[in-house]
């Protein structure tokens, strides 16, 4: 049993510890790249892995908790002590991450809460997820012979409010649930920040986050340590080496050589943690986004993050640079080679069947009516695609229409034809079409393309997804709606039997034999927007407007003999053949 204490240094079994940590994040990998992934973090001379635990994750539907399959937080954490690793983790509700609505749950939005407030009912929906999550760590503690050497409380609380009472009532439910490692909060390395979010009057150790300015930043850190009587060890929770892409934006990369010389400057004065040491992917629809403003700004699926691994988990130049500093710097500390997975190339891989989404969506869909639009997560999950339909009495044959309060982007059709495309900017403008019948069935496909995950609009009405007010027909709202709440998980090869049509949303089905499973990138540079799902695992989602025209594919999700890509677009383009590439595709290139 060992014990890790918090004094002037952090403290193992009495002895001095200076932690060398990379993040990985279990929910951005497949359970069969773990091992790859904290070996390679070993391998580079590192001593500990932290990550996050993001809550929506595992309680995506609300009351029921789900650890398994591709959610096997225990499996990463055991992994990760039989490589040699101790293991920091953050547990807290909110966990930002570039991940969708920070973590917290879409059915929140449907509870009368204040999120990240002493607020007893949002307080007692954490205490009820923390009765499952804790069952899983407390015994994985130090102390309980396990690798988790400390948690994290909240996370850069200064960055959102300064309620000192919702911060020890986390403490608490912890303490309650059997935590008995170290608590840490971590935040910005400024004094409004670190005095907002801490909870150093407790005796609760403050860390910070930076990527730059090291010396500074650290001894920002030592001097609020002081204001407590405190000469407790230095260490950046969050050492940013790269940073996430947002769609349409360029690609963002941090040089070398200036990382590797505020690397060394942090290690010489406490402890690390790289963030990222391996980014992986954004699967499904678990991307962020950023808050601008009106305009809210979707992360893409890759979190690839330019870090030391890249999306698929291989070193990069970055990777060797911090291991020959880390030789320098501790020349007592093991290092080996580091692994790299074969990465298959397959050209041509012919469309074998193609299906419009319209002539489908009720066998593919959970359906539900109401005489008001109502959001997605009271109508579905809150996640990926809606469709809205009612029917339109024409008057004229030229009509003036408006989606009022729909998120993110939205696409009207009537009676099958596309006529209209907005996205967040633009939703609310009022647009002419006309109408060929006397009766015309309008539906509206609506994406939630990510709800925020840092910053105010936390709370704000606009991580509520789908159709908030409704459709206006000149000058008043439309009634009585159906709602299909598309499952792609319902889509099977029977579907394809039905009717396609041209310049509509709809599913294309390609079909590849594997000797060999390896991982690989899917070239989706001919397709406009969706998302892909290999062997049906959605992948995540697609936009030619870049700056990744790529999707990664683990070799975990493919299998010897065939297999199966299916493309939902919906935009009306498509290819014949697709290719899969040893390399990501990006639209510079």
Request: aromatic letters at 14%.
């Amino acid at each position: 049993m060992g014990q890790f204490t918090v004094e002037q240094e952090f403290m193992l079994d009495g002895k001095p510890l200076k932690i060398l940590s990379g993040a990985i994040h279990y929910f951005r990998l497949l359970p069969k790249d773990y091992e790859h992934s904290l070996y390679n973090l070993k391998a580079l001379g590192f001593n500990a892995v932290e990550t996050y635990i993001p809550w929506n994750f595992h309680e995506t539907v609300e009351g029921v908790f789900d650890f398994s399959g591709t959610k096997d937080l225990k499996r990463f954490i055991q992994t990760a002590a039989d490589i040699g690793l101790y293991v920091i983790v953050r547990p807290s509700p909110y966990i930002c991450a570039e991940w969708e609505f920070g973590g917290l749950p879409a059915w929140l939005l449907n509870k009368n809460v204040r999120v990240r407030s002493r607020d007893q009912n949002f307080l007692d929906y954490v205490a009820r997820y923390y009765d499952r999550l804790f069952e899983i760590l407390v015994p994985l503690q130090i102390d309980h012979h396990g690798p988790i050497l400390m948690m994290q409380v909240e996370n850069e609380y200064g960055s959102y409010g300064e309620d000192k009472a919702y911060l020890h009532a986390l403490a608490q439910l912890m303490r309650n649930r059997g935590v008995t490692v170290p608590l840490f909060t971590s935040d910005g390395s400024w004094q409004q920040c670190l005095e907002a979010g801490s909870l150093a009057e407790e005796g609760i150790l403050p860390t910070g986050n930076f990527g730059s300015k090291s010396v500074k930043r650290l001894n920002n850190l030592k001097q609020f340590h002081k204001q407590f009587h405190q000469q407790w060890p230095l260490m950046s929770m969050e050492f940013w080496d790269g940073w996430f892409n947002r769609w349409g934006d360029r690609m963002i990369t941090r040089q070398s050589d200036e990382l590797i010389n505020e690397i060394k400057e942090a290690i010489q004065l406490g402890s690390i943690n790289l963030y990222m040491f391996h980014g992986g992917t954004n699967f499904g629809f678990w991307n962020g986004c950023s808050a601008r403003g009106r305009i809210d700004l979707p992360q893409v699926t890759s979190y690839d993050y330019d870090a030391p691994l890249n999306e698929a988990g291989n070193p990069t130049e970055k990777y060797f640079k911090i291991q020959r500093l880390i030789k320098s710097r501790f020349p007592e500390l093991e290092q080996s080679e580091p692994r790299v997975k074969p990465l298959m190339k397959i050209d041509e891989i012919k469309l074998k069947s193609k299906v419009s989404l319209f002539s489908i969506l009720n066998d593919i869909s959970h359906y539900s009516q109401s005489f008001y639009p109502e959001a997605m997560e009271k109508a579905g999950s809150g996640y990926g695609y809606m469709v809205y339909r009612t029917t339109l009495k024409t008057a004229t044959r030229q009509e003036y229409l408006r989606i009022v309060d729909a998120r993110d982007r939205v696409q009207l059709f009537l009676d099958n034809e596309k006529v209209y495309t907005a996205y967040q900017e633009a939703i609310g403008e009022k647009f002419e079409v006309a109408l060929k019948q006397p009766t015309v069935q309008a539906d509206i496909l609506v994406e939630n393309m990510g709800r925020v995950n840092y910053g105010y609009k936390l709370t704000a009405p606009t991580q509520r997804k789908g159709i908030g007010q409704g459709l206006m027909q000149d000058l008043h709202f439309v009634q009585n709606w159906e709602q299909f709440d598309i499952d792609f998980d319902l889509l099977t090869s029977e579907h394809f039997e039905q009717e396609w049509q041209a310049e509509q949303p709809g599913f294309y089905r390609y079909e590849f034999i594997v000797d060999i499973p390896q991982s690989t990138y899917i070239d989706v540079s001919d397709f406009g927007k969706g998302i892909v799902l290999v062997n049906g695992f959605n992948i995540g989602r697609y936009w030619d407007i870049g700056p990744t025209l790529s999707l990664y594919i683990p070799g975990a999700l493919l299998k010897q003999g065939m297999n199966t890509i299916v493309v939902f677009e919906t935009e009306g383009k498509y290819a014949d053949k697709i290719s899969l590439l040893q390399a990501p595709k990006y639209i510079s290139s």
